[in-house]
């Protein structure tokens, strides 16, 4: 198939998909309207039709909960009690957050609706939303919901190795919000990762158990970090001992000088006098005597004073430049902000 007949049947899908939860949602609000003009006879035909098999459109959970509560309120006006009820757990079944307003619905409606949530257990859990939180000041907050009273045990599941949280466990009925502050064990703000909201809770009233869960995906917003310098490597810093052969260059330089004079006074003995070749002789002497000095003090006393002080305040100041930066990296850290996105597999 070419790429041109590609993109025709996706434009055609989509198009149809679009139509066919338009026709949903029409049937829908003509129906309300029915009912609303409490002509009910003629709503309910519509409503069952929207929910049976052969009904050919999309049909979302939203807008079952919606037909099957607008079914029940619409048997009760009509007295047929026993099917408003079973509409009205269908609604809780497929939706536990499910309410009736009292300002659209009668007082006689909400409790045929409270008799069906006694009747039918479910618990649910709302999908977080998109938030950034300042773990310092703010909290973040799952909704959960039982059908009626149960035990209820809720459990933040963090990235592993991570041990989960028990976030709340006790006696709980209808809605209720569970505060999380961003914080795991030991009391460390919350790693990046994937984390699950699982909630598990036992009806009071019926033999029965449900679970909930939903996933997010939790994300560090922090300023850039500075990194620390490194060790210095040995060609940064002054040397700071006298190799051995240096000792020996000091001696052979004496050597050196003491043969250069001595050759002077052999050249020009014709020359000299008595006292002039014994200047000579004890210059020769005298530099002689200076390389042994050297090379012995350099053979004894190898440290290099100067460069061990330089390279000490280098030290320090490197020292002292990581400790600024560690800090300034710590108060950045402390500044760090939560970013929460739902994530796929949410709860019901």
Do not use: C
Not at 12 to 19: F, H, N
Not at 158 to 169: D, G, Q, R, T
Not at 280 to 305: C, D, N, W, Y
């Amino acid at each position: 198939m070419s790429r041109v007949a590609l993109l025709v049947a996706a434009f055609v899908l989509t198009a149809l998909r679009g139509a066919a939860q338009a026709s949903t949602a029409d049937a829908l609000a003509q129906a309300q309207r029915l009912y609303e003009q409490l002509e009910i006879e003629r709503a309910l035909p519509l409503l069952r039709r929207v929910i049976s098999p052969g009904w050919s459109f999309e049909i979302t959970t939203a807008q079952r909960v919606e037909t099957f509560t607008y079914l029940g309120a619409s048997l009760a006006l009509m007295g047929q009690t026993d099917s408003a009820v079973f509409y009205f757990r269908r609604a809780i079944e497929q939706d536990p957050f499910a309410e009736l307003d009292p300002r659209r619905f009668t007082p006689a409606q909400i409790r045929l609706f409270a008799a069906a949530g006694q009747r039918t257990f479910a618990v649910g859990v709302r999908p977080v939303r998109p938030v950034r939180l300042d773990p310092r000041t703010e909290h973040l907050t799952f909704a959960i919901v039982t059908s009626h009273s149960a035990l209820v045990q809720v459990e933040l599941r963090p990235p592993a190795p991570l041990e989960p949280i028990e976030l709340f466990a006790g006696a709980s009925e209808g809605a209720r919000e569970i505060p999380w502050d961003g914080l795991v064990v030991a009391a460390r703000l919350a790693p990046p990762g994937r984390y699950e909201l699982a909630v598990v809770a036992r009806s009071r009233v019926l033999q029965r158990a449900d679970t909930a869960q939903i996933y997010f995906d939790l994300r560090h917003q922090v300023e850039d970090l500075e990194d620390t310098l490194p060790d210095p490597r040995a060609g940064d810093l002054l040397p700071e001992t006298r190799s051995p052969s240096t000792a020996a260059v000091d001696l052979l330089k004496g050597l050196a000088v003491a043969g250069g004079v001595v050759l002077a006074g052999a050249l020009a003995s014709d020359e000299l006098n008595g006292t002039e070749a014994s200047l000579v002789a004890a210059a020769a002497g005298t530099a002689t005597v200076t390389g042994l000095v050297a090379f012995l003090r350099g053979r004894r006393q190898r440290a290099i004073p100067a460069n061990v002080t330089a390279n000490a305040a280098r030290r320090t100041q490197r020292a002292a430049a990581n400790e600024a930066i560690v800090r300034r990296n710590a108060q950045r850290m402390a500044q760090t902000v939560l970013l929460v996105e739902p994530a796929a597999g949410g709860g019901r």
